[in-house]
């Protein structure tokens, strides 16, 4: 029999750099009722509205030139905590024993990020992967593209069944 992963209890991050989902199936493997356990956001404005108004500026030397410092780009900067930041709160919920197995649904961008910042413990129960950002679908919707992406095992037995 074919397996897919998403089991009763299996928890589902949907994840942007800005926006995280944390979902539980409530249902069966034939059947997924996704609840929310959690739904984390991250305030996180354009680069001008964060950092300072003009660039800073130093001398070239004993000349009067002078050259501008590049700005730091504090909107990517954030993205990319945030990232750090789920990490974190996956591993701290997998310690607690929150959840036995994880479903990763991100923006590619994240997803890579995410595989960079997880640790062991939690890298053990991820199931599944999905390179694909649903953070802005209602759960219902969510439901449908994990069908469409792994089945249920009602779809996984009647293949097997096949002769």
């Not at 994880?102 to 961008?109: E, F, G, K, N, T």
């Amino acid at each position: 029999m074919t397996d897919h992963p998403i089991k009763q209890g299996t928890w589902i991050l949907i994840a942007d750099s800005e926006k995280a989902l944390f979902l539980r199936n409530d249902g069966d493997d034939m059947d997924f009722n996704l609840g929310l356990v959690r739904k984390d956001e991250q305030e996180n404005p354009s680069t001008h509205e964060q950092g300072a108004h003009k660039p800073g500026r130093f001398n070239d030397g004993p000349n009067v030139q002078r050259s501008s410092v590049g700005d730091t780009d504090w909107h990517k900067l954030e993205k990319e905590r945030f990232a750090h930041d789920l990490a974190d709160r996956l591993y701290k919920l997998a310690h607690k024993g929150a959840f036995d197995s994880l479903v990763i649904a991100a923006a590619p961008s994240v997803l890579g990020s995410l595989r960079d910042e997880l640790h062991s413990e939690v890298r053990a129960k991820v199931v599944a992967e999905v390179d694909k950002n649903l953070t802005n679908e209602p759960v219902d919707k969510i439901e449908v593209h994990l069908v469409k992406e792994f089945g249920t095992a009602r779809d996984t037995s009647a293949e097997d069944a096949r002769p």
